[in-house]
């Protein structure tokens, strides 16, 4: 999981669970509430009915009765019990509710003044009254079917609220952390895009008050001072290799001139054509140590177009005057998108270099003196595919291939020093293009070189 796929989740989990615990607190807070109101509310109609009932005679509760049914108190589903000091019932409303009571409750309201509890839907009140002349025992329910409906009202607004909040501040949440994060992005997909040609990329800052400025400010020295090593590494790598390639250039040329004269006898020939070979081979090297260490950016900018096919047979043509018995065996697929897709924007002479590499590479690994180069078209790829028959690399040797000196152990025997393929992959790199190494079947070795167009 990102980083602003985690923080998004945090802060919509922390929301979550903040505004659902703030829903439930004001929930149980208004339900308490709601009690506690409807608890007074049946204590004032129970006193308010002793007050009555004190101020009337015996044979006057007839009157009471209707008085306390059209009263302004009177509370829905309502029913109320009024016993004197022996527990005698000596009030009872019109209502047709009832009360279930025992001597325990009129007991337990002696000893404790008041209780309040739920019996069934209603909510069922107890309280005594200690006057002067004398003591009642004052039992009342009802239904508070106007505050339950408040209660449930207010439980409905608060599950829409915390459902339609809570969504929307996983989308905004998402937004916000998304849109803080952006700088972030751009600075991974710079940094993702660097490599050994573009080391003179740098993250753009803004300012400095923020951390990701900050990262990129110290990104952009540690750049420096890369690019600084690099360029001296190259540098280096140029001038030793410039420099080698004089004194070989006069050993080869005094060797070739020693072995042209007529009294040198064959054994010495033989012996010199050897160290030929050999400084050959050394001055081989030097070139693609020089040519690595010349692959940049800014000097090769690919200006011109150029055809691919052309680059290729030339490349062709230069190898079979080196292996004259090697058979090329070409096929071009029919493509209508083929014309437009063999031009492209490069450098003529490093294309050359690559393909002649590939090629080579071909020669001296085939096992039959023969490859085969097509050329076709996959959805918005050129390819050009060089295949021949051969030992293979196995997964261990392929993930290694394009490494500098790398060589396979079907190299045994052959002359080389694992520069070429490496050469290859810096110069497609540069024409934005890549190189796939592959074993389609048996003692088959393919190499694709791809080009988007």
Not at 97 to 119: C, G, H, P
Not at 152 to 164: F, N, T
Request: glycine share 2%; aromatic share 10%.
């Amino acid at each position: 999981m990102t980083l602003k796929n985690r923080i998004s989740l945090l802060v919509s989990l922390l929301f979550t669970a903040l505004f659902g615990l703030a829903s439930a607190f004001i929930f149980i807070l208004y339900s308490n509430f709601r009690k506690q109101e409807f608890n007074d509310r049946l204590e004032i109609k129970a006193l308010s009915t002793i007050k009555l009932l004190a101020s009337v005679k015996n044979d006057d509760y007839k009157i009471m009765r209707l008085i306390d049914k059209n009263s302004i108190n009177q509370l829905y589903d309502e029913k109320t019990l009024i016993f004197d000091a022996d527990f005698n019932l000596i009030y009872s409303s019109i209502d047709d509710s009832k009360i279930n009571w025992s001597v325990a409750d009129l007991k337990f309201l002696k000893k404790n003044k008041t209780f309040f509890k739920k019996q069934g839907n209603n909510e069922f009140y107890g309280v005594f009254f200690d006057t002067n002349a004398k003591d009642y025992y004052v039992l009342i329910t009802a239904n508070d079917s106007y505050g339950k409906r408040k209660l449930v009202y207010l439980e409905s607004i608060l599950i829409i609220s915390y459902l339609l909040f809570t969504a929307l501040c996983w989308i905004l949440t998402s937004f916000t952390v998304k849109k803080v994060m952006q700088p972030l992005g751009s600075f991974h997909q710079k940094i993702k895009n660097i490599n050994e040609n573009n080391l003179d990329t740098r993250i753009q800052v803004k300012s400095n008050k923020n951390e990701i400025d900050l990262i990129a400010n110290e990104f952009n020295f540690m750049m420096d001072r890369i690019e600084l090593s690099y360029q001296k590494q190259k540098e280096f790598t140029a001038h030793a290799s410039h420099e080698l390639r004089t004194p070989l250039s006069r050993i080869t040329s005094q060797i070739e001139n020693k072995i042209t004269q007529k009294e040198i006898d064959s054994d010495s020939k033989t012996f010199l054509n050897t160290i030929l070979t050999d400084v050959n081979q050394l001055t081989e090297l030097i070139n693609s140590l020089l040519i690595l260490s010349k692959l940049d950016n800014k000097k090769y900018e690919n200006k011109e177009t150029y055809r691919l096919d052309e680059i290729l047979f030339t490349a062709i043509e230069k190898l079979n005057k080196t292996f004259p018995d090697f058979v090329i065996l070409f096929e071009m697929e029919e493509n209508e998108k083929l014309d437009t897709a063999l031009e492209i924007r490069g450098n003529r002479k490093l294309l050359e270099i690559a393909i002649s590499n590939i090629l080579k590479n071909a020669c001296v690994y085939s096992d039959n003196k023969q490859a085969k180069v097509k050329i076709s078209c996959e959805g918005q790829n050129l390819i050009i595919a060089v295949s021949n028959t051969g030992k293979t690399l196995d997964e261990k040797e392929q993930k290694n291939l394009f490494q500098p000196f790398m060589r396979g152990e079907n190299a045994n025997g052959t002359i080389g020093f694992g520069l070429g393929l490496r050469i290859v992959q810096r110069i497609l790199t540069l024409h934005k293009a890549k190189i796939v190494y592959s074993v389609p079947s048996e003692n088959t070795n393919l190499f694709q070189l791809l080009f988007h167009f």
